[in-house]
């Protein structure tokens, strides 16, 4: 049975593809739950995998967009000789929402390459931000979505009087339609390939609460569609236990980052380095034992050192109080 079979069979199934098969920690440890480590990269060459090996990681996703198939194989080959594995590749924006029919096909020849490239890399997942709005949007604390489940369009977004954000309603129902529309027709790509589309909760303004977004991946109804589930992401809205325990089996891929809130800011908060934020990080790691998550966790800032990240993750993992060096 070659990869893309296995793969297949192994979603097919209910198993997570290409995250690490077992369902038990090590030896000693309080969780039930195994997780990787792994760091963000441009390419997988050799001082590059080096560098992750070396730090402790046993993974990378990649991120260097126009990426060959046949460029993607070598860099396989490579992160393998240096016994890492690319476990993602991280494809950045779509332009479903786009107004202009000719703009979403591109978006989609786009985004239908990087999934072949994602295969080629071996990967199991490519993350994928299907689109964005901007305009007037409620704040982080106005938030409180209520959607149709059929349809997924909202009919409000904030408690009481929403003619203010009409627009944004508007634009979040198109926004909704053209991703079901456009992802949808990825998803033979991916069974092919043998890749998961995993959809990210970013600030894209987009389904910002864990239930509308955990309603939009159950939507299609597929295996091949997955969440990529930002731990950092949207603190500000809520509590990432929140977005796990909703998200629940449909999880198939965490990134990890920190924020601190502050509702006097911009943006209600700012991202700071591991630890130094608002996120409860014990209480993370026992979430994710309680909702049965074994897979990558990967590290989506730049605050410390490669070894300073690895012990950080080290005593995440082991459910102890998340704290490091000095970020630079």
């Not at 080629?120 to 007037?136: E, F, K, Q």
């Not at 009481?160 to 991703?179: E, K, V, W």
């Not at 990134?255 to 993370?284: C, P, Q, T, Y």
Request: proline residues 4%; contains cysteine.
């Amino acid at each position: 049975m070659n990869r893309r079979d296995f793969l297949k069979a192994a979603v097919a199934a209910g198993i997570v593809a290409g995250l690490p098969s077992a369902s038990h920690a090590a030896a000693g440890s309080a969780y039930k739950t195994k997780l990787e480590k792994a760091l963000i990269a441009q390419v997988a060459d050799d001082a590059t995998c080096e560098r992750i090996v070396k730090a402790g990681f046993s993974g990378v996703e990649l991120t260097k967009k126009g990426v060959t198939v046949k460029q993607a194989i070598e860099g396989r080959r490579t992160a393998e000789k240096h016994g890492l594995r690319i476990h993602s590749l991280m494809s950045g924006g779509a332009d479903f929402n786009n107004p202009a029919p000719d703009a979403r096909q591109r978006s989609l020849d786009v985004m239908t390459e990087r999934i072949q490239v994602a295969a080629a890399y071996g990967a199991s997942t490519m993350l994928l931000v299907p689109c964005r709005v901007n305009g007037h949007v409620p704040s982080p604390t106005q938030f409180s979505i209520d959607f149709d489940p059929q349809t997924l369009h909202a009919r409000t977004v904030v408690k009481g009087n929403n003619a203010p954000f009409s627009a944004y309603i508007d634009a979040q129902n198109r926004s909704t339609d053209l991703t079901r529309e456009f992802v949808e027709k990825l998803i033979p790509v991916a069974a092919r390939e043998g890749v998961i589309i995993a959809l990210e909760n970013v600030w894209n303004n987009l389904w910002v609460a864990p239930e509308f977004a955990a309603a939009l991946v159950k939507s299609f109804d597929s295996p091949w569609i997955r969440a990529y589930v930002d731990l950092g992401n949207h603190v500000r809205y809520t509590a990432p236990e929140r977005w796990l325990r909703t998200m629940g089996p449909l999880t198939v891929k965490l990134h990890i980052k920190d924020f601190r809130i502050d509702r006097s800011m911009k943006n209600d908060g700012e991202f700071v380095a591991l630890g130094r934020g608002s996120v409860d990080w014990k209480s993370v790691r026992h979430v994710i034992d309680e909702v049965r998550y074994n897979g990558w966790v990967t590290i989506e800032e730049n605050g410390y050192s490669d070894a300073e990240y690895s012990a950080i993750m080290d005593r995440f993992f082991a459910g102890q109080a998340l704290t490091g060096g000095s970020p630079s």
